[in-house]
């Protein structure tokens, strides 16, 4: 567990670096917004090419990939049914709920993890595909097309070669697949500008943070509780099940359970931004799963191990 103390200090070091200049208001009152579509339209595309291109495909289309997809999909569904045909919500808060119910922390967390406690960073690999094939591209089609006042077909199948994040994911595991050399003239540069993105997500989400109390009263609390409960007991449950039923065990099947205890990424509070929709639901269940994480993964490696 030492690992993971080591990679959580760290990022509570960045984030609440991210607070204090918020607090402070360093960088004025648009920081936030500003932060998130750097990150959203340059950093995180350069980011993600950079990881998927230097994957093993081996390793990346594996039985991994599909329970680390699957456990996604059951708590995204179950959420999506709570909250939208049961609560009535908004499209817009209810995809983000979903998110944050499914969209797990792969890479400033499940990278140390990975590295520290599972001893195989490329074990992240298959959950950064599976969500950025499927996950991402759904919920922002989602997104886009309610953002927008009408639902057109043409713009929701458009919408994956419209987005920078998607565009880069789709380059990277171009280059993985058919084993392409970039490159140190295209790929160097895209190294610096993705070593800037998950520092730069940390600071919004601690800029985000200062002034603001979780749970306020008047916010949508019941989509955070259950977007929360979701993601650090349902998924992990979600993915032990899928896992075995797939015939994984040992370490594999730990490997898929550990992952899904991550806590929802930052990207979900980036994609609320973008679109201006459910930023109180992305920050909060972000702030309760990163506290709750901890002590779910613990419990998984003292049940699995």
Request: a neutral charge; charged letters at 10%.
């Amino acid at each position: 567990m030492l690992g993971v103390l080591e990679g959580y200090t760290i990022i509570a070091v960045v984030v609440a670096a991210g607070w204090v200049v918020g607090r402070v208001g360093l960088l004025g009152p648009d920081a936030r917004e500003a932060l998130a579509r750097l990150v959203f339209f340059v950093l995180a595309p350069a980011l993600l090419f950079t990881i998927l291109a230097g994957a093993d495909p081996g390793r990346l289309f594996s039985p991994l990939l599909v329970a680390s997809l699957g456990a996604a999909l059951v708590v995204a569904t179950l959420h999506v049914a709570v909250v939208r045909g049961w609560w009535r919500r908004p499209v817009g808060e209810t995809t983000i709920g979903a998110l944050g119910a499914g969209y797990v922390n792969a890479n400033n967390i499940g990278l140390p993890v990975a590295t520290y406690i599972l001893g195989e960073p490329a074990a992240v690999a298959p959950v950064i595909l599976a969500q950025l094939l499927l996950l991402a591209p759904t919920a922002l089609a989602v997104l886009d097309a309610s953002s927008s006042g009408t639902v057109s077909w043409r713009r929701v199948l458009t919408q994956p070669v419209r987005n920078p994040i998607i565009l880069g994911s789709a380059a990277g595991l171009a280059v993985a697949l058919t084993g392409a050399t970039v490159p140190d003239v295209v790929m160097e540069p895209l190294l610096i500008l993705g070593g800037g993105a998950v520092p730069l997500m940390l600071v919004a989400f601690g800029i985000s943070l200062a002034g603001t109390r979780l749970l306020e009263a008047g916010t949508d609390r019941r989509n955070v509780t259950l977007a929360t409960a979701l993601k650090l007991v349902g998924m992990p449950l979600a993915a032990w099940a899928i896992g075995t039923a797939l015939g994984l065990d040992g370490h594999d099947l730990y490997v898929v359970v550990v992952l899904a205890a991550l806590p929802t990424a930052q990207n979900v509070l980036n994609y609320a931004d973008r679109y201006r929709t459910g930023q109180v639901v992305a920050r909060d269940t972000i702030a309760l799963t990163t506290l709750g994480a901890l002590p779910v993964m613990a419990a998984v490696a003292l049940l699995l191990r």
